[in-house]
């Protein structure tokens, strides 16, 4: 679908991405909604907000067209504040819709209404991302029944699994439900990590805010960084110096390096090979510490500022970046033939925790896992920002849909990010690595878009007046992809969840907000 | 086979030496009897809880298992129940929704016990704070002993902070 077909008025949203806004009603809301789809566009993301001065609300919904993104604006009444749902249209829709429910209020028609990020913190009839919520009241906490959808049948039992998880990761809930060890349905609960993160940028500058973006998901910091300071640029019609542009790229590839060296570590452990944990986590930390040589941080966080990067590179940094690139290539290069033919790890990987290229499409799987299902959907391909667009970046994709597909995929991207890095270093170009952001005029919007490790972050924003912001919503790409998570185990045996959940590798902080 | 030996024997060992217990992060004095301290017997475990994180912290204590810091090489483990630990890890601010979680936890994590909260969150609430949906830091909702600042800290920080806990004890 292209812009010209939308029946709506678009207008284009400033910044370094081509996105269009538009007011709809409720009919062109749905119908629109139909149309994406059947031409084969996916939803990005669903949110609401309530309309600064007026008690009234609107929910957005960030829709991908052939020639970007669509966001278009619905507007609700405070006295039904209900909106037509598009679950059916969009299964991801699912978890936003609820989630914009608990949040401010607004229902979506039809469909699931269970509560998603409410567990009992705040009552049901308040909304924290209302203006008039009181945020410093203590809700008195009450356990909240969550039905979760019963199997029955012969033999048919349940596993309840976390928040409090075996290993060192992040809290949320698993219900299995199996015969004997195959697992029939799994249902996630999650919402375990909400800590308010929404209302919170509400309460801060536009400049200090990027911090609080850079710690939405902290593996995906400069992810979120860049899409959070896009966002804020955007809004002052502000465009960073060019060299500034070339770092954050080679920031972004950098965080991409380091997450899937530790993912491929990880896996080869699930799979019973700790060997491979202990090389990739070898090789992790080498990038790790170099990141802290020559950015300060070993995780980059608040590398990327508004209206820039807060530090240059020197040509000591960049020599040590290059014989980085050089010795990991080797090494990965050598490792990833110790991992195709080992019998004991393929056998795991094989077949593992699959999802076909069909469901992956009718459900909206994306980023990485996208790829490795047939989604041939990387940003950085299809609507590159500087330096992206004279990069030529090649995109890895399989079809398999299984835990090896996602194994093969990391291995492709590490190399090519590695290439990336090399070709950044040596165009750099000469600039001011951090201009100025003028104040963004009230109710002015902007939207960032980056294709990070894991997928494609969103950060919408909306201006305050004086430099504060009206609302901020960041989206990660596991609000598509943990749905899949639950197809990806359906008859596949118990003990391989941990290593299927690990291919996956999905953010709860990202999601849990 | 011969490739994963061959890439042992080349990768060498790259084990560093540990860091020095550090007495400033102590935030509790802890009563430790005798016979109590005798328990750990030469081996401590460790339950992770991420009561709220943004997730840095746990990549940093993933780094402390890797072969450059080598945690389970001063013979500390991480065990996958509160049941089997002498001590908790504890990183986030603590969501209101990982509060009940995170006390029951604490309680059924057998004494002695010791916690060492992690990052500045954990220290201080952080950047998140308190609200309506966070707790702030994790002394808001279990006695901590130990606090590692750090936005996230450092592996050799989480390494200093679990050591400054036990020290007591590895003083006898």
Same mark, same amino acid.
């Not at chain 1, 270093?425 to 490790?453: K, M, N, Q, Y």
């Given at each position: 679908?292209?812009?010209?077909?939308?029946?709506?008025?678009?207008?284009?949203?400033?910044?370094?991405?081509?996105?269009w806004?538009?007011?709809?009603?409720?009919?062109?809301?749905?119908?629109?909604?139909?149309?994406?789809?059947?031409?084969?566009?996916?939803?990005?993301?669903?949110?609401?907000?309530?309309?600064?001065?007026?008690?009234?609300?609107?929910v957005?919904?960030?829709?991908?067209?052939r020639?970007?993104?669509?966001w278009?604006?619905?507007?609700?009444?405070?006295?039904?504040?209900?909106?037509p749902?598009?679950a059916?249209?969009?299964?991801a829709?699912?978890?936003m819709?609820?989630a914009?429910?608990?949040?401010l209020?607004?229902?979506?028609?039809?469909?699931?209404?269970?509560?998603?990020?409410?567990?009992?913190?705040?009552?049901?009839?308040?909304?924290?991302?209302?203006?008039?919520?009181?945020?410093?009241?203590?809700?008195?906490a009450?356990?909240?029944?969550?039905?979760?959808v019963a199997?029955?049948?012969?033999?048919?039992?349940?596993?309840p699994?976390g928040?409090v998880?075996a290993?060192?990761?992040?809290p949320?809930?698993?219900?299995?439900s199996?015969?004997?060890?195959r697992?029939?349905?799994?249902e996630?609960?999650?919402?375990y990590?909400?800590k308010?993160?929404?209302?919170?940028?509400?309460?801060?500058?536009?400049?200090d805010?990027?911090?609080?973006?850079?710690?939405?998901?902290?593996?995906?910091?400069?992810?979120?960084?860049?899409?959070?300071c896009?966002?804020?640029?955007?809004?002052?019609?502000a465009?960073?110096?060019?060299?500034?542009?070339?770092?954050?790229?080679?920031?972004?590839?950098?965080?991409?390096i380091?997450n899937?060296l530790?993912?491929?570590?990880?896996?080869?452990n699930?799979a019973?090979?700790?060997?491979g944990?202990?090389q990739?986590?070898?090789?992790?930390?080498?990038v790790?510490?170099?990141?802290?040589?020559?950015?300060?941080?070993?995780?980059?966080?608040?590398a990327?500022?508004p209206?820039g990067?807060?530090?240059?590179?020197?040509?000591?940094?960049?020599?040590?970046?290059?014989?980085?690139?050089?010795?990991l290539?080797t090494a990965?290069r050598?490792?990833?033939v110790?991992?195709?033919?080992?019998p004991?790890?393929q056998?795991?990987f094989?077949?593992?925790g699959?999802?076909a290229?069909?469901?992956?499409?009718?459900?909206?799987?994306?980023?990485l896992?996208?790829r490795?299902?047939g989604?041939?959907?990387?940003?950085?391909?299809?609507?590159?920002?500087?330096?992206?667009?004279?990069?030529?970046?090649?995109?890895?994709?399989?079809?398999?849909?299984?835990?090896?597909?996602r194994?093969?995929?990391r291995?492709?991207?590490?190399?090519?990010?590695?290439?990336l890095?090399?070709?950044?270093?040596?165009?750099?170009?000469?600039s001011?690595?951090?201009g100025?952001l003028p104040?963004?005029?009230e109710?002015s919007?902007g939207?960032g878009?980056v294709?990070?490790?894991?997928?494609?972050?969103?950060?919408a924003?909306?201006?305050?007046?004086?430099g504060?912001?009206?609302?901020?919503?960041?989206?990660?790409?596991?609000?598509?992809n943990?749905?899949?998570?639950?197809?990806?185990?359906?008859?596949?045996?118990?003990?391989?969840?941990?290593?299927i959940?690990?291919?996956?590798?999905?953010?709860y902080?990202?999601?849990d907000l | 086979?011969?490739?994963?030996?061959?890439?042992?024997?080349?990768?060498?060992?790259?084990?560093?030496?540990?860091p020095?217990a550090?007495?400033?992060?102590r935030?509790?004095?802890?009563q430790?009897?005798d016979?109590?301290?005798?328990?750990?017997?030469?081996?401590?475990? @460790?339950?992770?809880?991420?009561?709220? *994180? %943004?997730?840095?912290?746990?990549?940093? =204590?993933?780094?402390?298992?890797?072969?450059?810091?080598?945690?389970?090489?001063?013979?500390?483990?991480?065990?996958?129940?509160?049941?089997?630990a002498d001590?908790l890890?504890?990183?986030?601010?603590?969501?209101?929704?990982?509060e009940?979680?995170?006390?029951?936890t604490?309680?059924?994590t057998?004494?002695?016990?010791?916690v060492?909260a992690?990052?500045?969150?954990?220290?201080?609430?952080g @950047?998140?704070?308190e609200?309506?949906? *966070? %707790?702030?830091?994790?002394?808001?909702? =279990?006695p901590?002993?130990v606090?590692?600042p750090g936005?996230?800290p450092?592996?050799?920080?989480?390494?200093?902070?679990?050591?400054?806990a036990?020290?007591?004890?590895?003083?006898?």
């Amino acid at each position: 679908m292209q812009i010209e077909d939308f029946p709506v008025e678009l207008s284009p949203v400033p910044g370094a991405m081509p996105v269009w806004r538009g007011g709809v009603d409720a009919a062109q809301w749905r119908s629109l909604a139909e149309q994406v789809r059947g031409k084969g566009g996916r939803l990005v993301a669903l949110w609401a907000s309530e309309i600064v001065g007026r008690h009234a609300f609107e929910v957005h919904m960030a829709l991908t067209v052939r020639s970007g993104l669509v966001w278009l604006t619905l507007p609700v009444s405070a006295q039904r504040p209900e909106f037509p749902g598009i679950a059916d249209v969009f299964p991801a829709a699912n978890r936003m819709q609820r989630a914009a429910f608990d949040l401010l209020g607004v229902r979506a028609e039809g469909g699931d209404a269970r509560q998603w990020l409410r567990h009992g913190a705040w009552a049901e009839h308040e909304f924290p991302l209302r203006k008039g919520f009181d945020v410093k009241a203590m809700h008195q906490a009450s356990a909240e029944h969550y039905p979760f959808v019963a199997v029955r049948g012969d033999g048919v039992h349940e596993i309840p699994v976390g928040p409090v998880h075996a290993g060192t990761i992040e809290p949320g809930h698993f219900r299995f439900s199996i015969v004997g060890e195959r697992v029939l349905r799994l249902e996630e609960r999650l919402g375990y990590k909400h800590k308010g993160v929404e209302k919170l940028f509400e309460s801060m500058s536009i400049v200090d805010a990027a911090r609080l973006a850079g710690r939405v998901s902290g593996d995906s910091t400069v992810a979120y960084g860049w899409a959070y300071c896009m966002a804020a640029e955007g809004a002052a019609f502000a465009t960073p110096p060019e060299r500034a542009q070339w770092l954050r790229a080679l920031l972004l590839e950098r965080e991409r390096i380091a997450n899937h060296l530790g993912d491929l570590g990880f896996l080869g452990n699930d799979a019973g090979l700790a060997f491979g944990l202990a090389q990739f986590s070898r090789l992790m930390e080498d990038v790790l510490r170099l990141n802290h040589t020559v950015f300060g941080h070993r995780y980059l966080m608040d590398a990327i500022v508004p209206g820039g990067v807060a530090r240059d590179i020197d040509s000591a940094g960049a020599q040590a970046m290059r014989a980085e690139i050089g010795a990991l290539r080797t090494a990965i290069r050598s490792l990833r033939v110790i991992y195709d033919e080992h019998p004991g790890l393929q056998d795991r990987f094989i077949g593992a925790g699959r999802v076909a290229p069909d469901l992956a499409d009718r459900l909206g799987l994306c980023g990485l896992a996208g790829r490795a299902s047939g989604m041939s959907w990387d940003l950085r391909t299809q609507f590159p920002p500087t330096p992206y667009d004279s990069l030529d970046v090649r995109m890895a994709t399989h079809r398999n849909g299984d835990v090896a597909a996602r194994v093969t995929v990391r291995f492709d991207e590490i190399l090519e990010s590695l290439d990336l890095c090399w070709v950044i270093l040596d165009r750099l170009p000469h600039s001011e690595i951090r201009g100025s952001l003028p104040l963004p005029a009230e109710g002015s919007v902007g939207l960032g878009w980056v294709e990070g490790w894991r997928g494609e972050v969103l950060v919408a924003l909306e201006a305050g007046p004086g430099g504060s912001l009206a609302r901020v919503h960041p989206h990660d790409p596991s609000w598509q992809n943990w749905p899949l998570l639950e197809h990806a185990v359906i008859g596949n045996i118990v003990p391989d969840f941990p290593l299927i959940n690990k291919s996956f590798n999905l953010s709860y902080s990202g999601v849990d907000l | 086979m011969y490739q994963i030996l061959k890439k042992i024997a080349q990768s060498g060992i790259v084990s560093e030496s540990p860091p020095e217990a550090d007495e400033s992060l102590r935030v509790l004095q802890q009563q430790l009897e005798d016979s109590v301290l005798r328990s750990f017997a030469g081996a401590l475990t @460790i339950r992770h809880v991420d009561a709220g *994180s %943004c997730n840095g912290c746990e990549l940093e =204590i993933h780094a402390a298992n890797n072969p450059y810091h080598n945690l389970e090489g001063l013979g500390i483990r991480f065990v996958a129940s509160p049941r089997h630990a002498d001590m908790l890890l504890v990183t986030g601010p603590v969501s209101r929704n990982m509060e009940t979680a995170l006390k029951r936890t604490y309680d059924a994590t057998p004494e002695p016990k010791l916690v060492v909260a992690i990052g500045d969150c954990g220290c201080t609430g952080g @950047i998140f704070g308190e609200s309506y949906a *966070s %707790c702030g830091r994790v002394s808001n909702v =279990i006695p901590v002993d130990v606090a590692v600042p750090g936005c996230p800290p450092t592996p050799r920080a989480i390494l200093q902070g679990i050591l400054t806990a036990i020290q007591l004890r590895a003083k006898l």
